[in-house]
């Protein structure tokens, strides 16, 4: 009661100061949702200068601008894919793909195996003889498709 007593005493520049010190809880503790509920704190003292409001909706006035900021916040940078100069960083498999590499092990019921750089990589496929030609096209996990590589034109992302 004593916090809602002293925004009312001193109206608008309670709202300013309490969304200002909100901004500063965002640089000890980051997360991006202080900083959308200082900036409505401080949206909220500022209407509160040119329109008074009662007391409690000037609460609901804050909550809301503060969910809107928030949800708007979160759809916005979800739908932003990060961005990454290395965009097949711990993605192994897919950087693999377009390779051509003799089968080391033939692929017999579906699977088969092949030496790529340091790694020993676990293959599916048709059935084909060890030491066949086969050409990475896509990845499963840890398991790399391949298919004979007369089949498949070079892809532009070997």
Do not use: C
């Amino acid at each position: 009661m004593q916090v809602i007593a002293f925004i009312a005493s001193y109206g608008p520049w309670s709202w300013i100061v309490a969304g200002l010190v909100l901004l500063a809880l965002e640089l000890v503790v980051p997360g991006g949702f202080l900083v959308w509920m200082g900036i409505a704190g401080i949206v909220t003292g500022l209407m509160l200068f040119f329109q008074p409001i009662s007391g409690p909706l000037q609460w609901l006035l804050f909550g809301s601008l503060s969910l809107i900021a928030i949800f708007v916040w979160v759809r916005w940078s979800r739908s932003r894919p990060p961005e990454n100069d290395h965009p097949q960083l711990n993605e192994r498999a897919e950087s693999l793909v377009g390779q051509v590499v003799a089968l080391q092990a033939p692929i017999e019921g579906g699977f088969g195996r092949v030496a790529l750089g340091d790694s020993v990589w676990r293959v599916s496929g048709p059935d084909l003889p060890q030491g066949t030609r086969v050409r990475v096209t896509g990845s499963n996990g840890p398991v790399l498709r391949v298919v004979p590589a007369d089949q498949v034109a070079p892809s532009t992302n070997a």
